[in-house]
């Protein structure tokens, strides 16, 4: 990670979104961040001492602990302003929290489902996730960032899965290239790239 600003701990799985997202936010911000990986399905001790729920990811901040990734990713956006992540204005920055709930109910737990399901499940979530994608694929024309002139907290939550479409085993047809034109605009930038675990990185291999 880059360094600028104060130090502190992020307890992160090497492979899971969640931890992915704030990572992102970390190496955008350029904020020095001690990063201590764990395994989510081996319960650390560490972890378990700063948070009751021994959840990933979790920051902490001096006497500050935190650990849910919407309350962590914006505390990081209003602690360090820039560059910033979130709108100015109020119902601009309304629209983009709106997304990242869009983005984690709509698709993440699609996700999830094809990670963690039954074969049949996980087939029919695959199915659900590839047909929405491509059907929203045009949106990502209007717009640099998604649904926005400006990288965002809304890229920041999309990205993680989108870098994982190969490991999901999703691949999209011809007319969903907006967003492969997006995903080269993003895994491009300097923050995505530093935000990368090495398990990640293997993920596109």
């Keep these: 990670m880059a360094f600028k600003h104060s130090t502190m701990t992020l307890y992160s799985d090497a492979l899971n979104i969640a931890s992915h997202r704030v990572r992102i936010v970390l190496a955008e911000k350029g904020i020095a961040v001690n990063i201590i990986y764990v395994d989510s399905n081996n319960p650390?001790?560490?972890?378990?001492?700063?948070?009751?729920?021994?959840s990933l990811p979790t920051l902490v901040d001096r006497d500050l602990v935190l650990y849910e990734p919407n309350i962590i990713t914006e505390y990081l956006d209003e602690r360090f302003p820039h560059p910033p992540l979130l709108p100015v204005y109020p119902v601009a920055r309304a629209k983009c929290r709106l997304m990242i709930y869009r983005i984690e109910n709509d698709w993440l737990t699609l996700v999830d489902a094809i990670q963690s399901g039954k074969k049949n499940e996980s087939d029919e979530a695959r199915k659900d996730l590839f047909s929405q994608l491509t059907s929203i694929a045009p949106v990502f024309d209007e717009a640099p960032y998604f649904l926005s002139d400006d990288f965002?907290?809304?890229?920041?939550?999309?990205?993680?899965?989108?870098?994982?479409?190969?490991?999901?085993?999703?691949?999209?047809?011809?007319?969903?290239?907006?967003?492969?034109?997006?995903?080269?605009?993003?895994f491009a930038r300097d923050s995505f790239q530093t935000s990368l675990s090495d398990s990640e990185r293997e993920l596109r291999e």
């Design 44 to 54: 650390s001790e560490d972890l378990l001492t700063v948070n009751p729920y021994n």
């Design 152 to 186: 965002s907290l809304a890229d920041c939550c999309l990205a993680p899965m989108l870098w994982r479409l190969k490991a999901l085993e999703i691949e999209l047809p011809p007319q969903a290239k907006p967003i492969n034109d997006y995903m080269k605009r993003i």
